[in-house]
Each structure stands twice: as structure tokens, then as C-alpha cells.
């Protein structure tokens, strides 16, 4: 059975830093683009970047310049370096695959919350 696990949320001042991870088990990792989301209260959730399996890379404007997306596909593990942080930024993120036809079943998330 598919899991994705993400982890490496947590309280951070306005323009810091984080790193968050997503651990996909079950799952033929190395051949999927991945992607993260969040989801802030009382908003829909939000893709905010997209990383395929060639190494291509897509970002949400206001992540852009900000947020860098990786993987290792021998840990199937896809991480989101997050840095300058902004309030806005806070929200629940999660991993999945970008695409609705091979979305899998969505993890837990991990808060993220940025304070002023």
C-alpha cells in the first residue's frame, strides 16, 4: 500500500528557513514526478512546486526564487528547501504526484507556521 509520510515542519521567524521531506513507500518512486502542496486555513489546497522525473522543475510565483524542490530517488524521498520564509507562507504541506490520474492517497502533511 502507497504511504507518503512528510516531515520538518515547525515555527519559524519571517525569513527563516526550513527543509521539508516526504518519504513515499509501496510506490515506484523513481519514475513519478513529484510535487508538494499546502493548504492554509480556510483556503483550498495549492501546488507549489513540481519536480518530474527528469529533473525539471516548476514553481508557484510567490514560492519562486524562494523554494527549491529535490529528490533522492534511492531514499524515495522528495524535499522542499524552503528559505526567507514569509507568514504567507504559513500551511500544511504535503507531497503527491502532480498529476490527478496517478494521485495517490495524501499523507498527514506537516505544519509549517511563520511568524512575524
Known amino acids: 500500500q502507497v504511504q507518503l509520510v512528510e516531515s520538518g515542519g515547525g515555527l519559524v521567524q519571517a525569513g527563516g528557513s526550513l527543509r521539508l521531506s516526504c518519504v513515499a513507500s509501496g510506490y515506484d518512486f523513481t519514475i513519478a514526478a513529484m510535487a508538494w502542496y499546502r493548504q492554509a486555513p480556510g483556503k483550498q489546497r495549492e501546488l507549489v512546486s513540481i519536480?518530474?522525473?527528469?529533473?525539471?522543475?516548476s514553481y508557484a510565483d510567490s514560492v519562486k526564487g524562494r523554494f527549491i524542490i529535490s529528490r533522492d530517488n534511492a531514499k524515495k524521498a522528495v524535499y522542499l528547501q524552503m528559505y526567507s520564509l514569509k507568514p504567507e507562507d504559513t500551511a500544511v504541506y504535503y507531497c503527491n504526484t502532480p498529476s490527478i490520474a496517478t494521485r495517490l492517497r495524501w499523507g498527514q502533511g506537516t505544519q509549517v507556521t511563520v511568524s512575524s
Open positions: 519536480l518530474n522525473s527528469g529533473g525539471t522543475t
